[in-house]
C-alpha cells in the first residue's frame, strides 16, 4: 500500500519568513495530494490540493510543487504569519482508489 | 463545501461499554470515511462507510470492534465496541463527493473526542 512520509516534524520560523514542508510517498500510481492545517483541538482543513496533472499550484500565499519522477512534493508558505501556526499534514490517494494516506504532520510554529 | 455535523462533541466512558457516533451531512456525498486520531498523531482510516452495504475495513480494524452504519447519503454511524482505554482518541468523519466541491475533495467533521477510564 502507501506509504507517505513527512519532513520536518516540527518547524520553527520568524513571522514574515517562508516555511517548507516535504513530503514522499512510494505509489507510482498515486494522482492527488491534498495538505490540511489541522489547529489545536480544531478539525484538519482542506488548505490546497494538485493532481498529478500539475507540477505547481499556487493560492496567496501557500503553493504546492509536484515532482512525479522523484515521488515527492512540498509546502511552501510565504511571508507566515502567527495565525499559520497549526500542524500541517500532507496526505496521497492512490489512482482508482478513495483511500488517503496521511503523513505523521509537521508542527509549525511562527515566531514574533 | 458540506456542512458536517459529528455527535456527541466529546464523551467520557468506562470500559467495557460502548459508544456510538453520529456523522451527519446537509447534503449527498458520494463517499463517507472513519478515522482515528490518537493524541498528537497522524490520521489512521478506519473504514469506508459504504451506503447500502457493509463496511470496507482496513488492515487492522474488524467489524465487531467498530461496527459501521451508512443507511443513506447523508449519514453515517460509527461504534466503537467493548471499549478499553487504549480507544481513547478522536474519531472523525469525513465526506467526499459533495455539492460545490470537488468530486475527489475530502472534508472533516469537527471529531468526537473520547476518553475511556
Known amino acids: 500500500g502507501e506509504n507517505v512520509e513527512q519532513h520536518p516534524s516540527t518547524l520553527s520560523v520568524q513571522e514574515g519568513d517562508s516555511a517548507v514542508i516535504k513530503c514522499t510517498y512510494s505509489?507510482?500510481?498515486?494522482?492527488?495530494f491534498p495538505w490540511y492545517k489541522q489547529e489545536l483541538g480544531k478539525r484538519p482543513q482542506l488548505i490546497i490540493d494538485?493532481?498529478?496533472?500539475?507540477g505547481e499550484k499556487k493560492d496567496q500565499r501557500i503553493a504546492v510543487t509536484l515532482n512525479k519522477t522523484a515521488k515527492h512534493f512540498s509546502l511552501h508558505i510565504t511571508e507566515t504569519q502567527p495565525e499559520d501556526s497549526a500542524v500541517y499534514f500532507c496526505?496521497?490517494?492512490?489512482?482508482?482508489?478513495?483511500?488517503?494516506?496521511f503523513g505523521t504532520g509537521t508542527q509549525l510554529k511562527v515566531e514574533l | 463545501s458540506a456542512v458536517i455535523s459529528q455527535k456527541p462533541s466529546r464523551d467520557i466512558c468506562q470500559r467495557g461499554t460502548s459508544l456510538t457516533i453520529q456523522c451527519q451531512v446537509d447534503s449527498q456525498v458520494t463517499m463517507m470515511f472513519w478515522y482515528r486520531q490518537q493524541p498528537g498523531q497522524s490520521l489512521t482510516l478506519i473504514a469506508t462507510?459504504?451506503?447500502?452495504?457493509?463496511?470496507?475495513?482496513e488492515s487492522g480494524f474488524v467489524i465487531d470492534k467498530f461496527p459501521i452504519s451508512r443507511p443513506n447519503l447523508t449519514f453515517s454511524t460509527l461504534t466503537v465496541s467493548n471499549m478499553s482505554p487504549e480507544d481513547s482518541s478522536i474519531y472523525l468523519c469525513?465526506?467526499?463527493?459533495?455539492?460545490?466541491?470537488?468530486?475527489?475533495?475530502?472534508?472533516f467533521g469537527p471529531g468526537t473526542r473520547l476518553t475511556v477510564l
Open positions: 469525513s465526506v467526499e463527493g459533495s455539492s460545490g466541491g470537488a468530486a475527489d475533495t475530502q472534508y
Open positions: 494538485i493532481r498529478s496533472n500539475v
Open positions: 496526505a496521497a490517494r492512490a489512482g482508482g482508489g478513495n483511500k488517503l494516506t
Open positions: 505509489d507510482s500510481a498515486s494522482n492527488y
Open positions: 462507510a459504504n451506503q447500502g452495504s457493509e463496511a470496507t475495513y
